[in-house]
């Protein structure tokens, strides 16, 4: 996990973003190295996440934006989709895993060649998406990492505190969110559940490191809601591809598939509940977390009530 500087918040605002930036990287490179690991499970994930929050770091700050050039942008994006076709099948995967004592053995038996298929299809793009990396991911990194520790370095003590940059940034994000959310309904299609949960990550991603300078702990329990709203929409939209992938197969995954049904009906109930009156709730909760953030303003000499001076006594 990222590791933040202790005076993160109070550093100037590019050099604190550029901090921020180079945790990821530092996560992003650990976890590439992991993946050529056949056991390590957790490697594709951990790469995937460190990607994320590096591009919607470099996204949301315009001092690092401006900075590095779009083909890098590019590349990044790019890499971070080089990954989508592995991990959709390892997750699918993991559903059958998780569900497979629903089943009975002659339905499990049904599912075993689907389910050999998709164990297959997840070797073979991880395969792919490794040689992509390791033809890729070492050139880009040392070229980001160049860009971010000069500008970083560049970065002038005249600017206003991160805090302040991070909290305005905070709060545009959360409004976007906030917009997503209310147009949900049972019959938004999957481009519009993906991007929802897309705008959730991010607001998840960038308070993270700020979370730390919330008084009281505050931050925590924000990040873990926005983190709960993410895995609600990622599981509606998971449901969808692997719906998808169980239409091709006709009658012996049936039951498989009444099954998701079923689970794609419940999440839509606890997001209704969740964001029918708490959508702008979260916002607001958000928007107090910002407001925590931003430095206290001082009252300027000026305008400050004058000491009282102590009457002297005038003798009689």
Same mark, same amino acid.
């Given at each position: 996990m990222a590791a933040f500087p202790a005076d993160l918040l109070d550093r100037p605002a590019v050099q604190g973003a550029c901090a921020v930036a180079l945790a990821y990287l530092d996560d992003a490179t650990a976890a590439a190295l992991r993946l050529g690991d056949g056991s390590d499970r957790e490697a594709l994930h951990a790469f995937r996440v460190a990607i994320r929050r590096l591009r919607v770091t470099v996204r949301a700050y315009p !001092?690092?934006? %401006?900075s590095v050039p779009k083909k890098?942008? /590019?590349?990044?994006?790019k890499l971070a989709r080089a990954t989508n076709a592995a991990r959709d099948a390892e997750v699918q995967i993991e559903w059958f895993n998780e569900h497979s004592a629903r089943f009975t053995a002659a339905q499990r038996a049904a599912l075993a060649p689907f389910r050999a298929r998709l164990r297959a299809r997840r070797r073979a793009e991880l395969a792919q998406a490794q040689q992509k990396l390791q033809g890729c991911f070492g050139g880009l990194e040392r070229k980001l990492r160049r860009r971010v520790l000069a500008l970083q370095s560049d970065g002038g003590l005249h600017e206003a505190p991160f805090r302040s940059v991070a909290a305005a940034t905070l709060v545009q994000y959360a409004g976007e969110? %906030?917009?997503h959310l209310a147009a949900v309904t049972r019959s938004t299609n999957a481009g519009q559940l993906h991007a929802t949960r897309i705008a959730a990550k991010r607001v998840r991603y960038l308070l993270e490191p700020l979370a730390p300078g919330l008084p009281d702990g505050g931050g925590a329990p924000l990040v873990e809601r926005l983190k709960r709203l993410q895995d609600?929409? !990622?599981a509606l939209t998971d449901a969808h591809e692997l719906e998808v992938a169980l239409e091709s197969e006709g009658v012996a995954v049936a039951i498989a598939a !009444?099954?998701?049904?079923a689970e794609v009906s419940a999440s839509f109930d606890e997001l209704r509940e969740r964001s029918s009156a708490k959508g702008s709730r979260l916002k607001r %909760?958000?928007?107090?977390?910002?407001? /925590?953030?931003? $430095?206290?303003?001082?009252? $300027?000499?000026?305008l400050q009530q004058p000491a009282r /001076?102590?009457?002297?006594?005038v003798p009689a």
């Amino acid at each position: 996990m990222a590791a933040f500087p202790a005076d993160l918040l109070d550093r100037p605002a590019v050099q604190g973003a550029c901090a921020v930036a180079l945790a990821y990287l530092d996560d992003a490179t650990a976890a590439a190295l992991r993946l050529g690991d056949g056991s390590d499970r957790e490697a594709l994930h951990a790469f995937r996440v460190a990607i994320r929050r590096l591009r919607v770091t470099v996204r949301a700050y315009p !001092g690092i934006h %401006d900075s590095v050039p779009k083909k890098q942008r /590019r590349r990044l994006r790019k890499l971070a989709r080089a990954t989508n076709a592995a991990r959709d099948a390892e997750v699918q995967i993991e559903w059958f895993n998780e569900h497979s004592a629903r089943f009975t053995a002659a339905q499990r038996a049904a599912l075993a060649p689907f389910r050999a298929r998709l164990r297959a299809r997840r070797r073979a793009e991880l395969a792919q998406a490794q040689q992509k990396l390791q033809g890729c991911f070492g050139g880009l990194e040392r070229k980001l990492r160049r860009r971010v520790l000069a500008l970083q370095s560049d970065g002038g003590l005249h600017e206003a505190p991160f805090r302040s940059v991070a909290a305005a940034t905070l709060v545009q994000y959360a409004g976007e969110l %906030d917009a997503h959310l209310a147009a949900v309904t049972r019959s938004t299609n999957a481009g519009q559940l993906h991007a929802t949960r897309i705008a959730a990550k991010r607001v998840r991603y960038l308070l993270e490191p700020l979370a730390p300078g919330l008084p009281d702990g505050g931050g925590a329990p924000l990040v873990e809601r926005l983190k709960r709203l993410q895995d609600l929409f !990622g599981a509606l939209t998971d449901a969808h591809e692997l719906e998808v992938a169980l239409e091709s197969e006709g009658v012996a995954v049936a039951i498989a598939a !009444g099954v998701l049904r079923a689970e794609v009906s419940a999440s839509f109930d606890e997001l209704r509940e969740r964001s029918s009156a708490k959508g702008s709730r979260l916002k607001r %909760d958000v928007e107090a977390a910002a407001r /925590r953030l931003r $430095p206290v303003a001082k009252t $300027p000499r000026s305008l400050q009530q004058p000491a009282r /001076r102590r009457r002297r006594s005038v003798p009689a």
